[in-house]
């Protein structure tokens, strides 16, 4: 068995690993990069223009001849639903089957339906933790992982007597810690390789767990006079829990965008999972949706506005925009830059005693682009803003964690811009570093 990382190891974003053997071959995820060569920002836009063989050429798609044509001895297998694993996966054949999460499929799905993306998964095989399927002679067995991703995976990958594990993005202190305990558990394997993720090592990030940052929540919210205005992905479903919870503790309505409405609407009626809030008069009465005009706008011009603005356009679930300017101090609002233009049309002059509350990694704070710029539109209203967040990574006591369970003879650095400190820092193990495009026989 051998394996190659075409993207990944200098890096954090547009993960692609490929594995073969002599009669099969396995590509893990298939990411839009988040950064180019020189660390600055990539443009997922202008990439998006290019055609595959463009992009093979500037080596932002990994040159793999079997994903781009028709053959069955080649499959792709997506980690979780984060466009830096998984962005580039239009580019391949239709005929290639696609190994993933069922959530995972739909949370793909809806982001390409709210972004004007035509494509959808094809030749779908949902995963499940724990069960082993196979590619050919390449054995697999996915582990459900806790991560700021819903549904997200690590992979045992076997063949010809030889193993790697692949981390996936994961962490041990959100609210799924338990899928780790479930894993320690049920793994009785020592590996040859783990390609283990790294995406906090270097950064200074906060390692709360999810409870903590609930109350947190609940002291600013019974704090704030005006609005709360929250600024986190919509797709955070871990955070969104949270966020909901300390609404419900301190009496406020939890105001969410029709997309949001969506993602929880589609996990909770179709993953079933039960204890996921979503809009409901009967069951959540907390929570309430808003129509934010520009992706009002382009869903009506797609044609999509029956299936994702309708299920939501009842007396018993929306807040209209007089009702948001009667009672902005009972409202936490979920927010993002697109819906600046509601922000003043109908809240900022009933909100000037209002708080901003950022819930996102802190390194997009610097960044040139629209959380920047959003961020100084925010303080030039005047607004405080708080910061409550807690990384979707592992600490380094997790990424230990990771390697006492699979027992590696070798770990790879992956997924991070530094993978030298591997060596320091796992320094009683076998570090081995490599280069993106090198090829490792196991």
Same mark, same amino acid.
């Given at each position: 068995?051998?394996?190659?990382?075409?993207?990944?190891?200098?890096?954090?974003?547009?993960?692609?690993?490929?594995?073969?053997?002599?009669?099969?071959?396995?590509?893990?995820?298939?990411?839009?990069?988040?950064?180019?060569?020189?660390?600055?920002?990539?443009?997922?836009?202008?990439?998006?223009?290019?055609?595959?063989? *463009?992009?093979?050429?500037?080596?932002?798609?990994?040159?793999?001849?079997?994903?781009?044509?028709?053959?069955?001895?080649? &499959?792709?297998?997506?980690?979780? &639903? %984060?466009?830096?694993?998984?962005?580039? =996966?239009? %580019?391949?054949?239709?005929?290639?089957?696609?190994?993933?999460?069922?959530?995972?499929?739909?949370l793909i799905e809806l982001t390409n339906t709210f972004t004007g993306k035509e494509w959808t998964v094809q030749k779908a095989h949902h995963i499940k933790t724990g069960e082993k399927f196979n @590619?050919?002679?390449?054995?697999?067995?996915?582990?459900?992982?806790?991560h700021a991703a819903f549904d997200s995976y690590a992979f045992l990958i076997e063949a010809d007597g030889k193993s790697l594990f692949y981390s996936g993005d994961f962490r041990i202190h959100g609210?799924?810690?338990?899928? !780790?305990?479930? /894993?320690?558990?049920?793994?009785?394997?020592? @590996?040859?390789?783990?390609?283990? *993720?790294?995406?906090? $090592?270097?950064?200074?990030?906060? !390692?709360?767990?999810?409870?903590?940052?609930?109350?947190? /929540?609940?002291?600013?919210?019974?704090?704030?006079?005006?609005?709360?205005?929250?600024?986190?992905?919509?797709?955070?479903?871990?955070?969104?829990?949270?966020?909901?919870?300390?609404?419900?503790?301190?009496?406020?309505?939890?105001?969410?965008? /029709?997309?949001?409405?969506?993602?929880?609407?589609?996990?909770?009626?179709?993953?079933? %999972?039960?204890?996921?809030?979503?809009?409901?008069?009967?069951?959540?009465?907390?929570?309430?949706?808003? !129509?934010?005009?520009?992706?009002?706008?382009?869903?009506?011009?797609?044609?999509?506005?029956?299936?994702?603005? /309708?299920?939501?356009?009842? *007396?018993?679930?929306?807040?209209?925009?007089?009702?948001?300017?009667?009672?902005? *101090?009972?409202?936490?609002?979920?927010?993002?830059?697109?819906?600046?233009?509601?922000?003043?049309?109908?809240? !900022?002059?009933?909100?000037?005693?209002?708080?901003?509350?950022?819930?996102?990694?802190?390194?997009? +704070?610097?960044?040139?682009?629209?959380? +920047?710029?959003?961020?100084?539109?925010?303080?030039?209203?005047?607004?405080?803003?708080?910061?409550?967040?807690?990384?979707?990574?592992?600490?380094?006591?997790?990424?230990?964690? =990771?390697?006492?369970?699979?027992?590696?003879?070798?770990?790879?650095?992956?997924?991070?811009?530094?993978?030298?400190?591997?060596?320091?820092?796992?320094?009683?193990?076998?570090?081995?570093?490599?280069?993106?495009?090198?090829?490792?026989? $196991?």
């Open positions: 068995m051998r394996f190659k990382i075409h993207r990944g190891t200098k890096e954090i974003g547009g993960t692609c690993v490929e594995i073969w053997t002599d009669s099969s071959r396995l590509v893990i995820d298939m990411g839009m990069p988040l950064v180019n060569p020189d660390r600055t920002p990539f443009d997922s836009r202008e990439a998006e223009k290019r055609s595959t063989a *463009e992009l093979i050429q500037k080596n932002i798609l990994p040159d793999i001849p079997s994903l781009y044509q028709d053959s069955s001895k080649t &499959a792709l297998l997506i980690s979780h &639903a %984060h466009q830096d694993h998984y962005g580039l =996966m239009n %580019h391949i054949n239709s005929s290639c089957p696609v190994y993933l999460g069922f959530a995972t499929k739909l @590619v050919g002679n390449i054995n697999v067995t996915p582990y459900q992982m806790d609210r799924n810690s338990q899928l !780790f305990d479930w /894993f320690s558990n049920n793994f009785d394997k020592k @590996v040859d390789y783990l390609l283990l *993720e790294g995406s906090t $090592i270097g950064r200074k990030e906060d !390692f709360q767990t999810e409870s903590e940052l609930e109350e947190k /929540f609940v002291k600013t919210f019974s704090e704030t006079k005006g609005t709360n205005l929250v600024y986190v992905s919509g797709q955070n479903i871990d955070r969104l829990e949270t966020i909901y919870n300390a609404c419900k503790r301190t009496g406020k309505i939890f105001l969410i965008d /029709f997309y949001v409405a969506n993602v929880l609407r589609t996990l909770s009626k179709k993953v079933k %999972h039960n204890a996921l809030p979503f809009p409901s008069s009967q069951t959540y009465p907390e929570i309430k949706v808003y !129509f934010p005009q520009f992706l009002r706008k382009r869903m009506d011009e797609r044609g999509m506005a029956v299936k994702t603005i /309708f299920p939501f356009v009842n *007396e018993k679930t929306k807040l209209g925009r007089n009702k948001i300017k009667e009672i902005p *101090e009972k409202l936490v609002m979920l927010i993002r830059p697109s819906v600046k233009y509601d922000l003043e049309k109908y809240l !900022f002059k009933y909100s000037s005693d209002g708080c901003f509350i950022y819930s996102m990694y802190s390194g997009y +704070k610097d960044k040139p682009g629209d959380t +920047k710029d959003f961020l100084k539109y925010i303080t030039d209203k005047g607004m405080q803003i708080v910061d409550i967040h807690t990384s979707g990574h592992a600490d380094l006591a997790g990424l230990r964690k =990771m390697v006492n369970v699979v027992k590696p003879k070798h770990i790879v650095p992956i997924h991070t811009f530094e993978k030298e400190s591997y060596i320091t820092l796992f320094s009683d193990l076998n570090v081995k570093i490599v280069n993106d495009k090198d090829e490792i026989v $196991i």
